[in-house]
């Protein structure tokens, strides 16, 4: 039976080599986080801590190659097996006495006293809060050659130009760990398979009786050699990370398959982890036109709770990392520690100083690293590279607290609020706006590269301890199963149930990559021995199903508004002089012109208008929906209505505003109808989710009713005023031309009248003529 008070169970001859050379083993003791207080294991604990200092640091250590690696020589031998090697690890302990996987109980790790965590400042000099991000940008010319790897392949990296980023299901791959007994599985790298050894069929679980034997991923991996397994299933999601993917690599399968081995590695075999890291700086080599700000954090969830690894330990066991809603459904991790990485070496120093925090929180238990999940993470900001470097101006405009240069707490570590410091979710969002400030017209990329060792899962032990953080092991894993069975299930069946996601920290965590904003490569580990065959099932049908989950990663962007609407405006200038030039010629022009060439005209001047329109709605929507910004408050205000316009442009103009209007209206009713249409919480939803819906439907409705006030205040208002204007113009002008009217016709009246005296005269003087001559003939 394993006990944690034993020394070293069955430690193959190249193991207990290693382990002999190691510091003298101490009797494992309860662990610092158990909260012991006999003075014994004080002292024990203080002597281990001695222990550790003198052993030598390696940088690509992990915090689990403690766990008995196999040395190199046992790799290599794995590899070409030979009769004299010593077995490869086998699974953890069991209580039949089979050969159990080695723990090395208590082995020292190397610190020097600067990085003890009982020493380590409050804040670092790199902590993202007390550093400028422009004086700490990384591009092609700041990366050390050291840095970058040197087995860069071209063919590849085109390849992978094409395909990452593309991807709409999760790439899965299956990592069978070495052995020198019988495997119980036969992995075909060449056709992505994996069988069941038949003759081991009758160890596996009766609940898969029937069940499918044979498998196929997107990669089946053999081996120790960890550089194929980078390039194959986690190269593109490092490459998609530094294009501006959120990406998610991590590691699901049974305690001691690999999954460290194949995250981590160790000094002769570096991980996804340190190779990616290499890999970063290289991609920065090859983009000169870029500009980086990189970041990292490091965390673990043990025992459901999030401890912040590159905070000093007690202020991260004081204060646990909370996740928090952010808008829009983002995740946001606070209060964490954030570190600017400049080079290969400050990022393999970040690693160190987080898996030193998880070996002192608890000094005694080797086994302890496997039973927390952990998650480092590197937010990649971009920006395209400015013809040249930010001037001082540049920063009188920005905040002190937006330029980065912002005061820490009094515990060093920032608070997350007002100054929009808060470190984002795996989806890499952030509140309210990346620390990089979108400058100059240049736009801000934002993306999380997470990489995720899982805690592998294990049966209860006689430990009270341990059984404990099994349990929530199980748990965690247990939900995270069933996340991904209910997402594999929606997308299959098209349906929307509900996905627990809050049911664990991890999955919570995890639920915006999962829920598709994220590019995702699973690397599930199996131990093949005959004897894990039933958890090498359940980790094969965890594969199964995660392949069905759909992604569609996006890029995250962040624009610099006010140089785009400045841009704006200089065009509807330019366009408006070229639209009164041409006015002004049209009545000499069109008189040469033929009725056709008239037509063609007119048309250029309404596509002239027409663009004048089109930026004019381009500014409308940048200046009030500034998604960067992402602030409550009242929209800016529309783009201002200029009155010195000709009569043809304000007729345009009218007409363009009143459909605008209209289909601003059009808009309201559309999301109105879809406010209503939004699917009720089911009754049994938690109080949380109702709350946050009805918060989030209040905060729609105030937003619409914002975007009315504002047309309303900004459009409605002088638009009423021209057609006033427009009105009383032609009113008064029809009053005249009525006035003149009235005039005229009593003037025709009076011509009428005097034409018909004269009329009556002329008639009378005949009559008289007459008269007068009829008198003379008598
Ligand atoms: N592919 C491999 N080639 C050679 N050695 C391996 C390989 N995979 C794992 N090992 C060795 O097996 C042992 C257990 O591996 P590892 O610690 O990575 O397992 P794990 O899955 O992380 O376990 P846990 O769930 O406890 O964290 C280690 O000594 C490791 O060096």
Redesign the pocket.
């Known amino acids: 039976m394993h006990s944690r008070t034993s020394s070293v169970p069955s430690t193959p001859s190249s193991s207990l080599s290693k382990v002999a050379s190691r510091p003298p083993l101490l009797t494992p003791k309860r662990p610092l986080s158990a909260q012991s207080n006999s003075s014994s294991a004080s002292a024990d604990s203080l002597a281990a801590r001695l222990a550790r200092v003198n052993t030598p640091v390696l940088l690509n250590s992990t915090h ?1 190659k403690y ?4 040395s190199v020589e046992s ?1 290599k031998n ?1 590899s070409k097996p030979k009769t004299t090697l010593a077995p ?2 086998g699974t953890p302990t069991k209580r039949d006495g089979t050969p159990s ?1 080695p723990r090395t109980p208590n082995t020292p790790r190397s610190r020097s006293g600067a990085g003890s965590p009982s020493l380590m400042p409050a804040t670092s000099e790199m902590d993202v809060s007390v550093v400028d991000p422009e004086a700490v940008l990384v591009d092609s010319q700041t990366v050390e050659p050291g840095d970058i790897s040197g087995e860069i392949d071209e063919a590849w990296l085109k390849a992978a130009k094409l395909d990452h980023g593309k991807q709409d299901k999760v790439m899965v791959s299956i ?1 069978v ?2 052995t020198e007994s019988t495997s119980a599985w036969y992995p075909t790298p060449s056709t992505n398979s994996l069988k069941l050894n038949p003759e081991c069929a009758r160890h596996a679980p009766s609940s898969s009786a029937g069940s499918n034997t044979s498998f196929n991923f997107d990669a089946v991996l053999t ?2 050699a960890n550089k194929p397994v980078y390039t194959t299933v986690a190269r593109s999601h490092v490459h998609a990370a530094m294009e501006g993917f959120n990406a998610v690599i991590f590691a699901y ?1 049974q ?8 995250l981590s590695g160790d000094e002769d075999e570096p991980g996804i982890i340190p190779r990616a890291m290499r890999d970063v700086f290289g991609f920065i080599k090859r983009t000169p036109e870029r500009e980086y700000l990189l970041r990292c954090s490091y965390l673990e969830i043990y025992n459901e709770t999030i401890v912040d690894l590159l905070a000093p330990p007690m202020m991260a066991k004081t204060s646990p990392v909370q996740i928090q809603g952010g808008a829009g459904g983002e995740i946001v991790l606070a209060p964490l520690r954030e570190e600017v990485v400049t080079s290969l070496k400050s990022v393999k120093d970040v690693l160190k100083r987080g898996e030193g925090n998880r070996r002192t929180a608890c000094t005694d238990w080797n ?1 302890r ?2 039973r927390s999940h952990s998650v480092f993470r590197l937010v990649v900001e971009s920006r395209e590279r400015g013809s040249s470097p930010p001037s001082e101006d540049d920063d009188d405009d920005v905040p002190s607290t937006m330029s980065g240069r912002h005061t820490p707490g009094p515990n060093g570590r920032h608070t997350p609020g007002l100054n929009g410091r808060q470190t984002p979710g795996l989806n890499g969002r952030q509140t309210p706006g990346p620390r990089l400030q979108a400058r100059g017209g240049r736009s801000v990329q934002t993306s999380v590269l997470s990489l995720i ?1 899982l ?2 899962s294990e049966k209860a032990t006689s430990d009270k301890e341990r059984t404990r953080e099994g349990k929530y092991i199980n748990t965690s894993l247990l939900t995270l199963g069933t996340v991904i069975g209910t997402l594999a299930d929606n997308a299959a069946k098209h349906k929307a149930d509900h996905v627990p996601y809050r049911n664990s920290k991890l999955t919570r965590m995890l639920q915006p990559s999962l829920s598709g904003n994220a590019r995702i490569s699973v690397i599930c ?1 199996i131990n093949p021995d005959v004897s894990a065959i039933s958890e090498s099932m359940s980790t094969l049908l965890f594969a199964k199903r995660i392949k069905n989950v759909q992604l569609n990663a996006k890029k995250k962007e962040v624009v610099d508004t006010d140089a785009l609407i400045e841009r704006y405006r200089k065009e509807i200038e330019e366009l408006k002089a070229r639209l009164a030039e041409r006015e002004a010629e049209a009545p000499v022009r069109n008189r040469r012109l033929s009725a056709r060439e008239q037509i063609d005209e007119s048309k250029a001047m309404r596509d002239l208008n027409g663009r004048i329109q089109q930026l004019t709605k381009l500014i409308l929507t940048s200046a009030t929906v500034d998604e960067s910004k992402e602030s409550d408050s009242r929209p800016s205000s529309p783009v201002k209505i200029d009155f010195d316009m000709s009569p043809y442009q304000l007729q345009q103009e009218l007409l363009a505003a009143r459909l605008q209007l209209e289909t601003q209206a059009n808009q309201i009713l559309s999301l109105e109808a879809s406010l209503l249409a939004r699917p009720p919480l089911p009754a049994d939803a938690p109080s949380e989710e109702k709350d946050k819906l009805i918060a989030e439907q209040a905060k729609s409705i105030r937003e619409l009713e914002i975007v009315v006030r504002g047309y309303e205040d900004n459009l409605g208002e002088p638009l009423r005023k021209v057609k006033e204007d427009v009105e009383k113009e032609w009113s008064e002008k029809l009053a005249e031309e009525r006035r003149k009217r009235e005039e005229k016709e009593r003037w025709a009246e009076e011509v009428v009248k005097a034409l018909e005296k004269e009329k009556q005269m002329r008639k009378k003087l005949e009559e008289e003529r007459r008269a007068l001559a009829s008198f003379v003939s008598i």
């Open positions: 689990k766990k008995a690696p196999l790799r794995i490869v690890p996987r990592r760990r070495p081996g120790s399968g305690t001691a398959s690999g999954k460290t081995f194949t086994e690293s496997s060792d805690a592998g580990t």
